[in-house]
Nanobody, 126 residues
Framework: QVQLVESGGGLVQAGGSLRLSCVASGRTFSNSIMGWFRQAPGKEREFVAAISWGGTITDYGDSVKGRFTISRDNAKTTVYLQMISLRSEDTALYYC???????????????????WGQGTQVTVSS
C-alpha cells in the first residue's frame, strides 16, 4: 500500500510561483511512475505532469508546458511540481498520484494510477 501526502499549496498572485511536494510512504517509490493531476471547481480532473522512475523522462499537459516542472528525489520518496508564471486558470485542487510498482509506461490517464493523495489547494488571484 502506498500513501501520498501533498503540501505546498496556497494563495498566490498571477505571475507568481509555487512548489508542491508529495511525500510517499512505502518501499516501492523508486520504481513507481508518479504524476500530478488537478481539478478545478465544476471541471473534470485533468492531467498535469508525470515522471519516470529515475526522473529522466517527463510528460506534461498542454496547458502547463513550459511553466511547470516535475521532478523527484527517490532518496526522500518525494515528487515535486514547480509552478511558475501562474495564471488564474491554474486554480485547482492538485493531486499527487502513483502507478503500481514496476510499471514503466508514462501515462496521462487517471485510470492508470492506483494511489492518490488528498490534494493540496492552489489559488491564483488575478
Amino acid at each position: 500500500q502506498v500513501q501520498l501526502v501533498e503540501s505546498g499549496g496556497g494563495l498566490v498572485q498571477a505571475g507568481g510561483s509555487l512548489r508542491l511536494s508529495c511525500v510517499a510512504s512505502g518501499r516501492t517509490f523508486s520504481n513507481s511512475i508518479m504524476g500530478w493531476f488537478r481539478q478545478a471547481p465544476g471541471k473534470e480532473r485533468e492531467f498535469v505532469a508525470a515522471i519516470s522512475w529515475g526522473g529522466t523522462i517527463t510528460d506534461y499537459g498542454d496547458s502547463v508546458k513550459g511553466r511547470f516542472t516535475i521532478s523527484r528525489d527517490n532518496a526522500k520518496t518525494t515528487v515535486y511540481l514547480q509552478m511558475i508564471s501562474l495564471r488564474s486558470e491554474d486554480t485547482a485542487l492538485y493531486y499527487c498520484a502513483a502507478r503500481g510498482s514496476g510499471l514503466r509506461l508514462l501515462t496521462s490517464a487517471q485510470k492508470d494510477y492506483a494511489y492518490w493523495g488528498q490534494g493540496t489547494q492552489v489559488t491564483v488571484s488575478s
